[in-house]
Each structure stands twice: as C-alpha cells, then as structure tokens.
C-alpha cells in the first residue's frame, strides 16, 4: 500500500500524523530558541550541556511510571493532557530572563520532555489497536519520516525566527503548533477497546517488567531496536567538522548541511525500501545500512564526498527503525504495551546517548573513518544476528 493510498483510505491514520506533525515540529522549533538564549546569557559550556542532556534525562528516568501511565489511560485523554502541557511549559519559558533563572528553565524543560516522550509512547502504543501489521509499519514509517522533516526545518525555521525576531516571538509561535495539535486531536474520532487497569502503579511496573522477563523473543526485538541507535552520528558530524571541513566550509554550515543531507535520506529511504522489506529482508536492509557507512568512512576525508556518503547512510535507517517497531508492537500484548514500548524507548535513547559518548572517547585514539567503520561492521554483525538468532528461532 503506498503512503497517498493509506493517507486516503485511513483517515485515523492521516489525522493522527497531521497532530504528529504539529507536535513535532514544536518540540524542535524552539531549541534554537533555548540554546541561543543560553548564549546571551554567557552560560557556561558545562551548563549548556546540562541543559541538552535534560532533553533526554526524562525519557530515561521516568520510562517505568510513563508506560504504566499509559496502559492506565484512555489514549485520546491522555494525548489532550500531553498537548496542554507542553504549550503550558512552552510558555514558561518566557520567564526566562537572565542566567540566575536557569534552574526554573530545566524544571520546565524536565516537564515537557516529560511530556514529548510519554506522548510518543502513547501514540505507538495507540497504533497497534488500530492498525494490522503491514498498514502499521508503513505508520510507523510515515512518524518516523515527518519526526526526520520537523527535526530539519524545526530547527531551521526556527532559527531564522530567533535570528529575526527574537526568541519571545519564537516561544509563541512554538506554543501556537502545540494548541493546533491540540485542536487536530479532538477533532479526531479514535475507537479502540480500552483495558481499565485496578493495578496499582508499583504492581503495574512489576508486572510489566516480569511480563518482558517472561517473554524473551520482546527482550531480543527491543535489543534489536535499540542497535539503530548505533547510527547517531552527531559526534562523528561534529568532529568532521571540527578536524577536516573548517577548511573547506565554516564548521556550523558543515555541521548543518551534514544534518540536512542525512536527514534528506531519512525521508527518502522508505519510498526506496519501505514496500520491498518484510521479515525476511530485513536481514539485507541492515546489510545495506552496514555497507553505507562504511561507504561513508571511505569518503570522509573529501567534504562533498562525505556528503554523498552521509546521504547513503541514512537510507535504510528510517526502514530499519519503523520496521523493527513494528516487529515489536506485534508481540506484545495490547495490555502491556504502554509499559515494553516505553522500556524500548529507554534503552533506545540509552543506546543513542552511549554511542554518541563512546565514538568521542574512541576519536582520541583513532581515526575517525575507521570509528565509523566500526559502526558500520556492527551493522553486519547485527544482520547476522538477526538472521539465525531471530529469525530463525522464532
């Protein structure tokens, strides 16, 4: 089924990637708003790390209490609440006035990742009661490709919009994408059958993990999910960059064309792949995602080269990550996947946080074509792996 027929024939579909748009794009907008605002202040460097990493922090520490949550709540509800509190911390953080209130902007930053991932979690939870396997990936890969856009021109926007009319204008207009997902949604007829969970919160959180426990086959699809992490290449862009590029290009316009480049793929990639793949090819699509980086290793060392190489790199990975989702989705228990899909979310993020910290440390000693051939003989490690160890067990 191609996109424009789903987009067609599914209206649930259409309506709910039109909120994932609006929602999205607001998450990404204002962080050049955030960042840029740091840099007036004169923070520190340390600081402004500890600022990023709260984009991530929550979706780590609070997996076990959001999945619960959204096992508990009928996901229409809870979607609306999400919503609300994301514009509402949005805008907060016009209270922001000098460095001494930076600890009110990591509360607020805290709360609305908070929300953002438990939003996500409760819209891929939601999926899978609605949609059957093959409608459901091409979904999963319809979010993922509209999570890729708004991530580029989230950040581009917004950055035009804080260059020009500064960062209050930018947190308005931020908040304003959140109150349109919010109208989109309760616009939007969502039937499914709701399991009221009697569990209280520490027995739901024990009997989700004992659930994962008992259930192998989850714990190897959600280790399999997590290997895309392996392609979170910031740090590699970043010192590219930094060693190589700044004397071909200015180190930003590097690292953004980089981005856009690689992000351009993540779009591209599912109307190359995402009909063709299925259980058994999938196999090949992590052949192909190993062999592009590894390509891109080979062509580092000349800027528009590397881009090629960057480009190739992302094709498979929106497949990949879509695909392996929905692979997960189908195993678990309708009950229970608020709780396995928020832990998969964790250990994604957890593995996208030590890749990212592990190629730097592995860039003091090496060079950096043979760290990112490394990922890329991962890659065929991990195909293996899920041909005979997967596949062939299931």
Same mark, same amino acid.
């Given at each position: ?7 067609? /024939? ?43 990493? *709260?984009?991530?922090?929550? !979706? ?28 509402? *911390? ?46 459901? @990936? ?11 856009? $708004? ?23 931020? !908040?304003?994408?959140?109150?349109? +997902?919010?109208? $989109?949604? =309760? ?15 520490? *027995?739901?959180?024990?009997?989700? =993990? ?18 895309? &992490? ?10 590219? +960059? ?20 690689? @992000?351009?793929?993540? *779009? ?37 080269? &590397?881009?090629? &190489? ?20 189908? /195993? ?18 957890? $593995? ?7 190629? &730097? ?11 990112? +051939? ?14 005979? !160890? =997967?596949?062939?067990?299931?």
């Amino acid at each position: 089924m191609s996109y424009k027929t789903l987009f067609r /024939e599914n209206p649930i579909v259409r309506k709910l990637a039109t909120i994932q748009f609006f929602a999205y794009f607001g998450t990404w907008f204002s962080n050049v708003a955030i960042y840029s605002m740091l840099v007036s202040f004169n923070a520190s460097p340390i600081l402004i790390s500890i600022v990023v990493a *709260m984009h991530f922090i929550p !979706g780590i520490l609070l997996a076990p209490f959001s999945g619960t949550i959204v096992d508990r709540i009928d996901a229409k509800k809870l979607l609306g609440i999400l919503l609300l509190v994301e514009f509402s *911390m949005t805008m907060c953080f016009l209270m922001i006035e000098s460095i001494d209130d930076v600890w009110l902007l990591l509360i607020f930053i805290f709360i609305r990742m908070t929300s953002s991932s438990m939003f996500f979690t409760t819209e891929m939870t939601l999926l899978p009661k609605l949609l059957h396997l093959e409608i459901l @990936s091409k979904a999963n890969e319809i979010h993922s490709i509209i999570w890729s856009f $708004t991530f580029t021109a989230g950040m581009a926007i917004g950055g035009l919009v804080v260059n020009f009319y500064g960062t209050t204008t930018a947190f308005i207009i931020d !908040g304003v994408f959140f109150l349109f +997902a919010f109208l $989109t949604l =309760i616009n939007t007829g969502i039937k499914y059958t709701h399991e009221t969970s009697h569990e209280k919160i520490i *027995m739901a959180i024990k009997s989700g =993990i004992k659930y994962i426990l008992e259930n192998k086959h989850l714990i190897k699809l959600i280790l399999l999910h997590g290997t895309v &992490g392996f392609t979170s290449f910031d740090t590699i862009v970043t010192l590219l +960059a930094d060693f190589h590029y700044k004397y071909v290009i200015a180190v930003p316009l590097a690292i953004g064309l980089s981005n856009a480049t690689r @992000s351009l793929a993540l *779009m591209v990639g599912p109307f190359v792949l995402g009909s063709w793949v299925n259980k058994e090819r999938l196999f090949y699509v992590f052949l192909i995602q190993g062999f592009g980086i590894m390509l891109w290793a080979t062509l580092q060392y000349n800027f528009y080269l &590397g881009l090629f &190489g960057l480009f190739l790199t992302g094709l498979a990975t929106t497949t990949l990550w879509s695909f392996t989702y929905a692979m997960l989705q189908e /195993e678990v228990e309708k009950r229970y996947l608020g709780r396995v899909l928020a832990y998969n979310e964790m250990f994604f993020m957890f $593995t996208n946080a030590s890749t990212t910290i592990i190629t &730097g440390m592995l860039a003091i000693y090496f060079e950096l074509y043979f760290v990112t +051939a490394l990922l890329g003989i991962s890659f065929i490690l991990i195909a293996f792996y899920y041909k005979n !160890g =997967i596949l062939k067990t299931k």
